[in-house]
C-alpha cells in the first residue's frame, strides 16, 4: 500500500509559480510512475505530467509543455511538480497518482493523493 500526500497548492497571480510535492509513505516509490493530474470545476479530470521509474522519460498533456516540469527523488520518496507562467485556466484540484502499468498519460493508478487546491487569480 503507498499513501500520498501533496502539498504545496495555494493562490497565485497569473504569471506566477508554485511547485507542489508528493510525499509518499508506506513503499518505496522507485518502481511506480508517478503522474499529476488535476480537475477543475465542472470538468472532468486531466492527466497533467508524469514520470517513470528511471527518470529518463517524462510526459506532460500539450497544454503545460514548456511551463510545467515533473521530476522525482526516489531516495526521498518524492515528486514534484514546478509549475511557472500559471494561468487562469490552471486552476484546479492537483492530485498525484502512482501506478505500475502504462500508458503513463491513462494507466490505471492504484494510488492516490487527497490532492492540493491551485487557485490562479487574473
Known amino acids: 500500500q503507498v499513501q500520498l500526500a501533496e502539498s504545496g497548492g495555494g493562490l497565485v497571480q497569473a504569471g506566477g509559480s508554485l511547485r507542489l510535492s508528493c510525499a509518499a509513505s508506506g513503499r518505496t516509490l522507485s518502481s511506480y510512475i508517478m503522474g499529476w493530474f488535476r480537475q477543475a470545476p465542472g470538468k472532468e479530470r486531466e492527466f497533467v505530467a508524469g514520470i517513470t521509474w528511471s527518470v529518463i522519460e517524462t510526459y506532460y498533456t500539450d497544454s503545460v509543455k514548456g511551463r510545467f516540469t515533473i521530476s522525482r527523488n526516489n531516495a526521498k520518496n518524492t515528486v514534484w511538480l514546478q509549475m511557472d507562467s500559471l494561468n487562469t485556466e490552471d486552476t484546479a484540484v492537483y492530485y498525484c497518482?502512482?501506478?505500475?502499468?502504462?500508458?503513463?498519460?491513462?494507466?490505471?493508478?492504484?494510488?492516490w493523493g487527497q490532492g492540493t487546491q491551485v487557485t490562479v487569480a487574473s
Open positions: 497518482a502512482a501506478t505500475t502499468k502504462r500508458p503513463v498519460q491513462s494507466g490505471s493508478y492504484a494510488y
